[in-house]
């Protein structure tokens, strides 16, 4: 464990502050390293929030991992659910009545 994961190994996580957060949804952001960073996450928790507010899909690509250093970028299709500020995680749901959990910290992009 290092000073940007918790217990769990899970990255720490800040509030984002911004005038877009027109809810009371946790939506969360990894720590940042340059204001570029910052911008990037900034507008995945504006897509995100958007998404659960006026309910349309969106494709989220998310970091996979598989072995050691290695993954894939995967894809997911659907509307966002709910949030889960506890565990950092976001819920899609998609059209075949299925649902995804996906931590924050592994998304990479958000369409």
């Known amino acids: 464990m290092n000073d940007t994961e918790d217990a769990h190994g899970y990255a ?3 509030p984002l502050q911004g005038d877009f957060l027109h809810t009371n949804m946790p939506v969360y952001t990894r720590e940042v390293q340059s204001r ?3 911008d990037q996450i900034a507008k995945i928790n504006e897509k995100l929030a958007d998404s659960k ?4 899909p969106l494709t989220v690509r998310y970091w996979k991992p598989i072995a050691d250093d290695h993954g ?3 894809a997911v299709h ?3 659910g709910d949030f889960d500020p506890s565990r950092h995680e976001v819920r899609i749901n998609q059209k075949n009545g299925r649902w995804t959990w996906l931590q924050l910290r ?3 992009a958000v369409e």
């Open 78 to 80: 659907g509307v966002v």
């Open 12 to 14: 720490t996580m800040q």
């Open 106 to 108: 592994r998304i990479v």
């Open 53 to 56: 507010r006026y309910q349309f």
């Open 72 to 74: 894939a970028v995967l």
């Open 36 to 38: 570029h960073d910052y």
